[in-house]
């Protein structure tokens, strides 16, 4: 036991991340060196304090609720913000578990100084809102110039009498609306991640209010939700206007889902003609089919951002199946 214990002490003060222990009401019982190292106290001060003496303000107020948290779980993972003695802000990642201490429950919790990652995702933000701000004027410049050579090359389609130098005017034309999309998908492309995950009421989302009043869409997904990017909407929409391009004699979708061995499955059906054999995989890549080529492929980033997985399995001349693979711990069914 005393060598244990030894092994035990060696490792809790010569420790890299900073290890306290504190009782269930969260008073100190044991601090290691590092953090008297980091903060500027001595052992002796901080086992007067408590986490709350140590937090900023709005995270002190928070220790309560995640002692709480941590008698229903056991394991709670959470970043603060430490305050040294010398007034120094020190961002912290903490993991802290429930432990026995002579014989009582206690706290065990490990901070990790993320400052450094904090500066960099500072820096990365900073960048990223410049080139957003470029990506905004660039486009928007371009689009306005479009909008004048379209203008003028409507004025042109109508002067002119000759059959075949309208069909190459209809080329011109149809070449600059490709490009005014490809520039219009920039912007939704470049949102893309901007956002923290959130959990999204699937039922919320579905475009019923798009659906043409020649198709049925059947769809029960009350208390069905997903964690993902905010921009999931358009993962249903691109598959409604995807069923409706390529649908043909397309008039019913249904949307259904079941668990797979502890996933979720979503699925996404019509009774159009389907997807060949040999493009099953193909339709997610950017720039395939016959209009952009964008809205399957975007369908696929948006759900990859959040760990989530699609694939079509419907068979040609029957209908298309988009399944949607949702991993366990990205997804709740409420009752």
Avoid at 286 to 299: A, I
Avoid at 314 to 329: L, S, Y
């Amino acid at each position: 036991m005393r060598e244990s214990e030894e092994k035990f002490r060696d490792f809790f003060n010569n420790a890299g991340d900073a290890i306290v222990i504190h009782d269930m009401q969260g008073h100190f019982l044991e601090v290691n060196d590092e953090i008297c190292r980091r903060l500027g106290y001595s052992h002796e001060e901080l086992l007067k304090m408590s986490p709350s003496d140590i937090d900023e303000p709005e995270y002190g107020n928070m220790v309560q609720t995640r002692i709480q948290e941590l008698k229903q779980t056991g394991h709670v993972v959470f970043e603060t913000a430490h305050h040294a003695k010398d007034g120094t802000r020190i961002p912290t990642e903490v993991s802290s578990r429930v432990i026995m201490y002579n014989g009582e429950p206690a706290i065990i919790s490990n901070g990790r100084n993320i400052t450094e990652r904090k500066r960099t995702e500072t820096t990365l933000h900073k960048v990223n809102r410049q080139l957003n701000i470029l990506s905004n004027i660039t486009r928007h410049d371009i689009l306005n110039q479009i909008m004048v050579v379209l203008g003028f090359l409507q004025i042109t389609e109508m002067k002119v009498k000759d059959s075949e130098m309208a069909e190459y005017l209809q080329k011109i034309h149809s070449g600059i609306t490709a490009i005014q999309s490809q520039i219009e998908f920039t912007r939704v492309y470049q949102d893309l991640g901007t956002h923290e995950p959130q959990w999204i009421d699937l039922d919320t989302i579905i475009p019923r209010q798009r659906v043409p009043s020649t198709i049925t869409l059947k769809a029960d997904m009350k208390g069905v939700q997903i964690f993902s990017d905010p921009m999931l909407e358009k993962v249903f929409s691109n598959l409604l206007d995807n069923s409706i391009r390529h649908g043909e004699r397309l008039n019913e979708i249904l949307i259904s889902y079941h668990l797979s061995g502890g996933d979720l499955v979503v699925a996404w059906e019509d009774n159009g003609v389907g997807v060949a054999d040999n493009e099953k995989e193909r339709i997610f890549e950017m720039g395939f089919g016959k209009n952009t080529g964008f809205g399957l492929f975007l369908v696929r980033e948006i759900l990859s951002l959040t760990g989530i997985t699609i694939k079509e399995i419907g068979e040609p001349g029957k209908g298309a199946r988009f399944e949607i693979m949702v991993p366990k711990g990205m997804y709740r069914i409420k009752s």
